[in-house]
């Protein structure tokens, strides 16, 4: 078999006086080609005269397999169209061309659907790259990871199914099981947003200026699956408490979309923190109403053992 890139090469550098005839650079690409030759034995019903009326094409077709053969990556593809490679087809006994998309192209399409899948609010870009592949258990973590990896398996829009409270010590790797479940949920389709609660809060109280803030409550109201990270850890006010959290988290349990959660705070203590209003006044009564709405509808694990920050998960 006559090396293509050698063809391709030739065909370049002739003068337009010296070109190869229709003929001659059919014989070639026949000798050269692998794809073409595999498109003739499919397709035993066309003539050498169907090839040469379709010769641009032809040629198009083998110069672009070609060069996917010998792909210097996506970003350099030198395809007509980046990431896509031309095809052979018949219909009406002629041959004709249809692009599609390379593997890398594929592959790299299903990394930005992942992420469009994958939203976060002020959430660190290891935490949003978690797998639990990567995830190291032992015997503080096994429980929560567990039914982290159970959630994200088994859960469907729509169906009921409780989420997850997972409270425990700074750094002991609660963020990055959160992370770990939003990426298996893209990889299922399934659409997710992960919050840091302390930094969506200021940003809502400052949207208050502008009256932004219902539209940005409206995302975390209808996406699918939330997860509320270190939730307790905000400046609490008694707008937050009852026009957001309270909100947001009536409005979800009503329309069966699980939320997850991440803290510091054990159930109880999270009820003391949310009980606090302005003037050192205690409404233990709208605490409990907040997190009524919570415990109700989550599995409670507690994650302890040593900071994990100062190793690699967050």
């Known amino acids: 078999m006559e090396a293509i890139g050698r063809f391709l090469e030739e065909i370049n550098k002739r003068r337009p006086r010296n070109l190869l005839s229709p003929e001659e650079q059919l014989d070639k690409m026949i000798r050269s080609s692998g794809y073409l030759q595999r498109f003739q034995q499919e397709h035993p019903e066309l003539s050498r005269d169907d090839y ?22 996506l970003d350099q593809c030198p395809n007509m169209v980046r990431g896509h490679y031309t095809t052979l087809d018949v219909q009406a006994g002629q041959v004709v061309s249809a692009l599609a998309p390379c593997a890398k192209q594929m ?82 389709d399934i659409a997710s947003l992960i919050v ?3 930094e969506f809060v200021r940003e809502m109280k400052e949207s208050l200026a502008d009256q932004s803030y219902g539209s940005k409550l409206d995302l975390l109201k209808t996406v699918p699956v939330l997860i509320l990270d270190d939730l307790g850890a905000e400046n609490l006010t008694p707008w ?75």
């Open 52 to 73: 040469l009326r379709s010769l641009p094409t032809v040629y198009q077709a083998v110069k672009e397999h070609y060069r996917c053969d010998n792909c210097p990556g």
């Open 196 to 198: 840091y609660v302390p």
């Open 240 to 314: 937050v408490r009852d026009e957001i959290l309270g909100v947001l988290l009536h409005y979800r349990v009503n329309n069966r979309l699980p939320t997850l959660y991440t803290s510091n705070y054990s159930p109880e203590e999270l009820e003391e923190h949310l009980a606090i209003s302005n003037g050192n006044r205690v409404e233990i009564t709208k605490a409990r109403r907040i997190l009524e709405r919570i415990l109700h509808y989550v599995d409670v694990l507690i994650i302890e053992g040593d900071n994990r920050r100062k190793g690699a998960q967050g």
């Open 107 to 188: 592959a790299d399409e299903a990394v930005q659907r992942r992420r469009r899948l994958m939203r976060s609010y002020y959430v660190s870009e290891e935490t949003m790259s978690a797998t639990f592949d990567s995830m190291e258990t032992d015997k503080h973590n096994r429980a929560a990871v567990m039914a982290a990896i159970r959630f994200s398996r088994e859960y469907t829009p729509g169906e009921k199914m409780k989420g997850l409270y997972l409270h425990g010590p700074f750094g002991v790797g609660k963020s990055y099981i959160m992370g770990a479940i939003a990426r298996k949920l893209a990889e299922r």
